[in-house]
């Protein structure tokens, strides 16, 4: 009965195979095997789509009609104005490319931060540790991602160090000519050392290139560590996304994602803790209008017992734009007093604007405290009314609500500086001034 | 200052009429007490005057300062000096009452044409309100009512209509909920801003609250109109006999 | 506390063959060779005298069935079927349509009575038998008997089996079998549309109360034979009907496939109850045997201001895929789901519901409360979504889990799609356990762990017990104390 179907390639699917072997990977960085491997599963499964689970609300196959090409190799384009990162250190890609005049790389003692293909050679493990996926982090974007990268920082931070100021890596698309651009980034903070490192995406509205990273994680025992991660790409940017983070005893991990641009994005993040007693903070937050598409699927695998995952998800959306948010927390066997709480709210400023919210808890451990919840819906009446009695207009008591709502996000950001530049961003998105 | 002639009014999509012909003048400078039983139509009547949209004014007008109070929205009412003390004030989580404040008096301010105050000017009159109803530099940070007790949530109440400086107050069961020392620190704020021009109307059930506030006149309400009014030994009366003979007078006529 | 009172009396009263309903009936039954086949579809129409449109329904079902796979997004896991290894039609011999109970077999009564159904009317009348409850008796694969259709018949309703009503009203049957679930809605309503053997249909007409709760009792016997009712309800405008229905099986085993079809139709400003409590056989404590329990169960708020409502108790079977949902169609529609699920042993439940706002201020509500005990897993997983012109929809979730033991799983999948700006959803979930400082202060008052556990566990569900028709109440305080057995030490 079996009959073995060829699937179609679509447009997207076929030139990122062609690009594939026009690529010279003989002689890349990373292991010529593993690349050719990634791609050969990208093409059994194409690009994801609806009828899988995971990708649900988010038809990849579909919305990603074309795939840009690699970009050029030809001079570098320059990265233009980066004033507003000048608090923290800076690891500038233009266009996939790292601009090491642009940049500024933090070099005290016990902060290593290197090339991926300077990393991969000096360090064996390292390879091993980025290749294979972690559990609920698979998929053919990430394959895509394995098959293209030989670019991205690596940063460690040896046991007791501490990193002074954030480290700010900046992907800028610059130029006329959309591309295609795989990163690959690696952070690993040694036991009781303490880093705060962020991701910046930005370029120009209107051009469709396309952005996927990847990044892993890996916090040592007792270590204090932030990922934030600010997309905030052209309007017809693709933007993709895999983060893999490792966490061990003791630790605490504070992963935000803010997303602001991009015509589609997706972050696929998985979060496993391997270590007792340790902590995740997660707080996103979505600001989208027009017909945007933005996606957060978080996987966190309470492996060990005494853990405590504290996810918070803020999306707001006007016009027609589309924000997912899904998020499931299990807890393994043997991870009993574990602590996990998953909240996803959605404001809907406008009829047409979607809000698909999947919470999911898996549970294997009777002696736990867990618990999501949901809400969707417009912005409270009640509190409108009460701003409005006290003399503030309506579009005015409307924008302050609507920061007060992000606001629970945002202010999760410890580091100052990175807190401004998000919630400028949230500002610029309500159109008022910021109120400092 | 206030004249609310025959002033009927109910919920929006439903056929009962709460206010029925409610008659009330308040004149500049005098303090109104409006005491009734539970039912009798007082908050219909502070809502209506906020402007809340689920109510709907059937027949009868509200001028205020001769203009038509009812043609305006509830941030224009603000800005013309109305202040509405509300009875359960809402809790605004991640708006910080000092954020607030400031948009709020800066907002009214450019709707009367007036310059945007400089954050020393702000911040010298927030103190100056804040410690005559005292509310805390750590209350002023928090969120917006968030986590307040039911005396925190009050006393905020007063000290925004301090700081504000409308030209008529409405207070709305503002003695609900407060222990006797809370409610010795709100009246004492009341009475502080007693005086010139100001109205102050002071909706109540209980006459408790009007020994520290020592109204003009007391009306008394029942059933969606004012029955009786008279001078502030009406309080006392009512606080005797309690509020059942109105309701049978009510029924009788 | 009476209720609680029972519960503990019940605790304290079970023997070690923990399913009471495991006996078999002894009695000849005719069925045809084993097998699925356009053969045996015919054989069933025929045996059933189905009119020639009702045939064709059911082979354009097959053929569509034939091209389908089975779903597997479920959390359970199961050795795959074998379609062609299950008797697709049971029957007991010379039971096809007994005119009154004296014409039915002795054995079945008897059978119905150890089950603690009522079938004797005189007996209910007098009440002997408790509330006044009208019962469709299913039997493997036939309706036995109905009992107080005359009764009923008086104030126009229609209650008979299904089969009945496709000879008798072929007119309302044909209007709107498959209309809420369509024949290829997924595998196994496909399967049920090409080979249900019986079930039951009502109908009450405009403006009618049902004057008493009606309810069907689903019985397998036979080995191997696989249950596939179909049962329809109709309540026409202004109308009102509260319908149970029950569920045992005898112990075997192997497994069993019951695929049932149940689709409710409210019209304008009517209202349907349907409370469910499932206890088919569960299979032993090592999974051996047991109900395959895959059912589709939609009620459809056709008509605007009308209100479906399904309350189900699930402590049975040995894998439940089950998801009794609500089309909320017209404006002001009102749809709600209590559950209670309880797994012990090896058993897996995947149930939940789908509320799908489709009209103008339609609202939504749903209560749902997970036991597991023992190696079970058991997985809450519901839609709740709102479509673009469903303007001011509102849905509230709450979805809690327990678990007893740490061999156990409790799981939540929901899904939560808003399309419009105004529609406003509400949803919580918790999981716990039950804490010590419960059991510990019930333990200080004398109760032993067992008992302790079934009173706290009562206590946990008791938000959705209350939504049960009084007769069930009693009923499902007793099964949770039976469920749980075994599930503490």
């Keep these: 009965m079996l009959t073995t179907v060829e699937r179609v390639q679509t447009a997207a699917e076929k030139a990122l195979s ?128 394995t098959a293209f990268a030989d670019q991205g920082m690596v940063i460690a931070i040896a046991d007791g160090a501490t990193l002074d100021r954030p480290l700010q890596i900046i992907h800028r698309f610059v130029g006329e000519a959309p591309a295609s651009v795989f990163l690959r980034h690696a952070l690993r903070v040694g036991d009781n050392a303490t880093a705060t490192v962020a991701e910046v995406f930005e370029g120009p509205d209107g051009l469709a290139y396309h952005v996927n990273t990847a990044a ?50 997706r972050v696929q993040a998985s979060v496993k803790f391997s270590g007792e007693h340790a902590i995740l903070k997660h707080g996103g937050l979505k600001m989208l209008r027009g017909k945007q598409h933005a996606d957060l699927t978080m996987f966190v695998d309470h492996a060990v017992p005494n853990c405590v995952s504290e996810e918070l998800e803020k999306t707001v959306l006007d016009d027609a734009a589309r924000g997912v948010f899904q998020g499931k927390i299990v807890v393994r066997p043997d991870a009993q007093k574990t602590d996990g709480r998953m909240m996803t709210q959605a404001l809907l400023l406008s009829e047409g604007a979607e809000a698909d919210n999947k919470p999911e808890l898996e549970i294997y451990a009777d002696d736990v405290q867990c618990g999501h919840g949901a809400t969707s819906g417009q912005i409270d009446e009640t509190l409108l009314f009460y701003l409005r009695s006290r003399g503030i207009p309506e579009s005015q008591a409307r924008s302050l609500l609507i920061q007060a709502f992000a606001g629970e996000v945002v202010d999760e950001i410890e580091d100052e500086a990175l807190r401004g530049i998000v919630a400028g961003h949230a500002a610029r998105w309500l159109g008022v001034e910021l109120d400092v | 200052m206030l004249e609310i002639k025959n002033l009927h009014a109910k919920v929006a999509e439903e056929d009962t009429e709460i206010l029925k012909g409610l008659d009330l003048t308040v004149s500049a400078g005098e303090v109104h007490a409006i005491m009734g039983p539970n039912g009798s139509g007082k908050s219909t009547l502070s809502n209506v005057l906020a402007g809340k949209e689920d109510y709907e004014v059937t027949d009868g007008e509200v001028l205020y300062k001769g203009e038509d109070l009812l043609e305006l929205e509830p941030d224009e009412r603000a800005a013309a000096g109305v202040f509405m003390a509300f009875q359960y004030p809402v809790e605004i989580p991640g708006v910080a009452t000092m954020t607030f404040l400031k948009a709020a008096l ?112 007391v009306h008394v309400m029942s059933r969606g109109r004012i029955v009786r009014s008279g001078g502030k030994e009406l309080a006392l009366e009512l606080e005797k006999s309690g509020y059942a003979a109105y309701s049978e007078e009510d029924k009788a006529a | 506390m009476p209720a609680v009172q029972e519960t503990i009396e019940q605790v304290r009263s079970i023997d070690v063959d923990k399913y009471k309903y495991g006996f078999t009936t002894e009695i000849e039954t005719e069925k045809p060779e084993k097998g699925l086949s356009e053969d045996i579809i015919r054989y069933i129409s025929a045996r059933k005298e189905e009119p020639e449109w009702m045939l064709e329904w059911r082979l354009d079902a097959y053929k569509r069935w ?121 595998y196994y309503a496909t399967l049920n549309s090409a080979v249900f053997s019986d079930g039951s249909f009502v109908y009450i007409p405009k403006g009618v109360r049902c004057p008493m709760e009606l309810s069907t009792y689903f019985r397998i016997n036979e080995m191997d034979t696989g249950q596939f009712e179909r049962t329809l309800i109709i309540a026409d405008e202004g109308s009102y009907v509260s319908y149970l229905e029950g569920c045992t099986a005898p112990m075997r085993d192997t497994n069993q496939l019951h695929a049932a079809v149940v689709e409710l139709i409210a019209l304008d400003d009517a209202e349907i109850k349907y409370s469910t409590v499932q206890n088919w056989y569960p299979g032993d404590k090592d999974g051996k045997g047991g109900i395959y329990n895959f ?59 789908k509320m799908v706002h489709l009209g103008k201020n339609t609202s939504s509500r749903i209560i749902s409360k997970g036991i597991a005990a023992g190696h079970s897993d058991n997985t809450y997983r519901g839609l709740v979504s709102a479509h673009a012109k469903a303007a001011n929809a509102r849905n509230f979730t709450q979805c809690d889990s327990l678990l007893i033991g740490h061999k156990c799983g409790a799981h939540t999948v929901p899904y939560i799609e808003a399309k419009t700006a105004t529609a406003v959803f509400e949803h919580e979930a918790t999981t716990s356990k039950i804490s010590d400082d419960q059991m510990f202060y019930c333990l200080s008052r004398g109760l032993g762990e067992e008992e302790a556990v079934a009173l706290i566990v009562n206590g946990f569900v008791r938000d959705v017990i209350q939504h049960l028709p009084m007769e069930f109440m009693v009923e499902t305080q007793k099964l949770i104390g039976i469920s749980l057995e075994g599930s503490v030490g």
């Design chain 3, 295 to 353: 059912v589709t169960k939609r009620g459809d708020c056709r008509g605007k201001n009308s209100k479906i409502s399904w309350t189900q108790v699930e402590t049975g079977s040995a894998i439940t895929w089950k998801y009794p949902s609500c089309i909320l169609r017209g404006d002001n529609s009102r749809g709600e789901f209590y559950s209670i699920a309880i797994s012990n042993g090896r058993q897996q439940i995947d149930s939940g519901t």
């Design chain 2, 106 to 217: 800066n907002a009214q301010r450019k709707a009367r044409d007036e310059d945007e105050l400089s954050t020393p000017e702000f911040m010298r009159l927030v103190k100056e309100a804040s410690t005559k109803l005292n509310v805390s530099q750590e209350m002023l940070r928090r969120p917006l009512n968030v986590g307040f007790s039911g005396g925190e949530k009050k006393r905020n109440e007063i000290m925004q209509m301090a700081l504000l400086q409308p030209s008529l107050c409405i207070l709305d069961e503002t003695d609900s909920g407060l222990d006797i020392d809370a409610l010795r620190i709100v009246a004492d704020g009341v009475n502080q801003l007693r005086g010139g021009d100001r109205g102050i109307v002071v909706i109540t059930h209980y006459q408790r609250l009007l020994d520290y506030i020592v109204p003009d006149v």
């Design chain 1, 216 to 265: 892993r994680i890996d916090v040592g025992t007792q270590a204090n560590v932030t990922y934030l991660r600010l997309q905030a790409d052209g309007t017809q940017a693709f933007n993709l996304a895999t983060l893999e983070a490792d966490i061990g005893a003791g630790a605490e991990l504070t992963l935000i994602a803010a997303s602001f641009g991009a015509a589609l994005s």
């Design chain 1, 18 to 145: 062609d690009y594939f072997a026009g690529t010279d990977i003989a002689d890349s960085a990373r292991g010529a095997e593993v690349r050719r491997a990634a791609m050969v599963r990208f093409q059994e499964q194409g690009l994801p789509h609806r009828r899988i689970e995971e990708w649900k609300y988010t038809d990849l196959r579909t919305a990603m009609r074309e795939a840009p090409a690699l970009p050029e190799t030809g001079d570098a384009l320059a990265a233009g104005d980066l004033s507003a990162y000048a608090a923290g250190y800076r690891a500038v890609f233009v266009n996939g490319r790292l601009d090491t005049a642009a940049s500024e790389l933090p070099e005290a003692a016990g902060v290593t931060v290197t090339s991926l293909a300077e990393a991969l050679e000096a360090d064996a493990g390292l390879a091993e540790r980025l290749d294979g996926a972690m559990e609920g982090a698979d998929s053919p974007v990430r394959d895509l991602n």
């Design chain 3, 66 to 186: 034939l091209t389908m796979t089975e779903p597997g997004w479920a959390k359970v896991e199961y050795p795959k079927i074998d379609f062609q290894d299950i008797y697709y039609y049971a029957a007991p011999k010379g039971q096809d349509a007994p005119k009154s109970l004296d014409e039915v077999d002795p054995e079945l009564l008897l059978t119905y009575e150890k089950l603690g159904i009522p079938l004797k009317e005189q007996e209910v009348l007098a009440g002997v038998q408790g509330a006044r409850v009208a019962v469709d008796a299913v039997f493997d694969s036939v309706s036995v008997v109905t009992t107080f259709k005359d009764e009923l018949a008086k104030h126009g309703i229609i209650f008979c089996s299904i089969s009945e009503a496709m000879r008798d009203h072929p007119d309302l049957v044909k209007k709107y079998l498959g209309s809420v679930v369509p024949v290829t809605d997924n």
